[in-house]
């Protein structure tokens, strides 16, 4: 597969960006128009059973043309940026074949974006699915090579492996040139040890402050919407809102009056058992990307018809406090701070230092020097201002990438912060051209510190 992937790649080596733009706006319009977007989502469901159907349409659709639309502003082919004050030329070639893994909640909507990026780039890219949703993956793969050919590209440009196993995974990630992988923390390490080059992405856990300044029914909308999204599949949903013990109640009450149930004690322990029968980090498959009764039955009480997201109060982090975690599900942890910002900025770093480091946090606030102090305090990758953090990945709204595959840094074990994109599938070659001599004036560089400490 990957020799048939070399030679599609090969194929599409002298493609113009006119060419380019055509190979990927006919794979965008396979996959997102609205019959293709339903028919993935319905498929990813009814297989997985992560999530719901309508937001999968709707997620299908925005993360595609998302994508397509930062593509057109994005050079992937021949000279992509000149400075000629300082004499450099940038061009962008293949990287050559892509391994790229599939995670289980996301079967759609992640292989139409990693092959738009591959194919800006004119790579050739080769899926691994996962086992428990490769018959969606599989389809979309399918839907994606009939484009390429329909405008004269090899359908090899796109193939996926016909068994998802662990060791034919292993060899892909071995033989291509660049592995880009989302999904579990194994999934990524795996494809660091593979000895190929890869982009990964960290552990999700997105705290979201809401200071006394704040907007409340606004932050109220973005967190319910975040929250309940295709049942929480993104690892952008909140996981936690840290909120300022003078709005804290008032908050809560437009959580409530927009599907939120607060927990007894008596049910959050039910719930925790339910959640992570044997303990450890990771919550049970039961829960996971599932509807809010299903988990209330689960543990064995009932929610208000209209309950869409459940609410546990919270006031510590770590892994006796498995709430302060990554829950995967329509569960939000909710604390109460009291003081400055500085005291959310506390608790931020105290439960992204458990799960989540480098990964994302969010404010809502009308003070700049909170956001200053939040952007500053803490090792997340992404603060989102008065937004839903979903919008993390790519907004109308926001001008980051439109993306399904988040840096984390060096904090979260991956080795960019930025919302990976086509230019991360290119090879920049830089051209340099000699300038005027630039004078390098060394009195003028130690001024300071001769002044300061003497010769």
């Excluded at 919008?391 to 991956?414: D, I, K, Q, V």
């Amino acid at each position: 597969m990957v020799e048939r992937a070399r030679a599609a790649q090969a194929a599409i080596d002298h493609f113009t960006a006119e060419q380019v733009d055509e190979l990927t706006t006919a794979v965008a319009y396979a996959v997102a128009r609205k019959d293709r977007a339903e028919q993935l989502a319905r498929l990813a469901v009814d297989e997985a059973g992560f999530g719901n159907y309508d937001d999968k349409v709707i997620k299908i659709q925005r993360r595609v043309l998302g994508v397509l639309s930062d593509l057109r502003a994005t050079p992937t082919v021949g000279v992509v940026a000149e400075d000629p004050e300082r004499g450099l030329t940038q061009i962008a070639k293949p990287v050559g074949v892509v391994a790229a893994l599939v995670p289980t909640t996301g079967p759609d909507a992640t292989p139409p974006v990693k092959a738009l990026w591959a194919l800006a780039g004119r790579n050739a890219v080769v899926f691994a699915a996962h086992p428990r949703s490769a018959g969606t993956t599989r389809v979309v793969v399918d839907l994606m090579r009939d484009a390429c050919e329909q405008v004269g590209a090899p359908s090899d440009l796109v193939q996926v492996l016909p068994e998802p196993k662990i060791a034919a995974t292993q060899e892909l990630m071995r033989l291509a040139d660049l592995v880009v992988a989302t999904g579990g923390a194994a999934m990524v390490k795996a494809a660091y040890s593979s000895g190929t080059p890869a982009f990964g992405v960290g552990v999700g856990n997105c705290v979201h402050v809401v200071d006394e300044t704040a907007d409340l029914v606004d932050a109220a909308d973005a967190i319910a919407v975040a929250k309940t999204f295709d049942h929480a599949t993104s690892c952008l949903a909140d996981n936690a809102v840290i909120v300022h013990h003078d709005v804290h109640d008032e908050l809560l009450a437009l959580l409530r009056a927009r599907g939120g149930h607060l927990c007894s004690a008596e049910q959050k322990q039910a719930l925790q058992a339910v959640m992570w029968p044997d303990g450890g980090e990771i919550p049970t498959m039961d829960v996971i990307a599932k509807p809010a009764s299903l988990i209330a039955g689960l543990a064995g009480f009932g929610v208000p018809e209209g309950t869409t997201f459940l609410i546990v109060s919270e006031d510590g982090a770590g892994p006796d406090r498995p709430f302060s975690g990554e829950k995967l599900s329509v569960v939000l942890a909710l604390y109460r701070y009291a003081g400055g910002i500085d005291a959310a900025v506390r608790l931020v770093n105290d439960i992204t230092g458990y799960q989540g480091l480098g990964h994302t946090c969010g404010i809502h606030t009308a003070s700049e020097d909170a956001v200053a102090a939040l952007a500053h305090g803490t090792r997340t990758a992404r603060v989102l201002v008065n937004q839903n953090l979903n919008e993390g990945a790519g907004s109308p709204r926001n001008g980051l990438p439109f993306t399904l595959s988040l840096g984390c840094g060096t904090w979260g074990g991956t080795i960019t912060t930025e919302n990976i994109n086509a230019r991360h599938f290119v090879n920049l070659t830089w051209v340099s051209r000699p300038i005027a001599p630039r004078v390098i004036d060394a009195d003028a560089l130690f001024a300071g510190h001769v002044q300061r400490y003497g010769r």
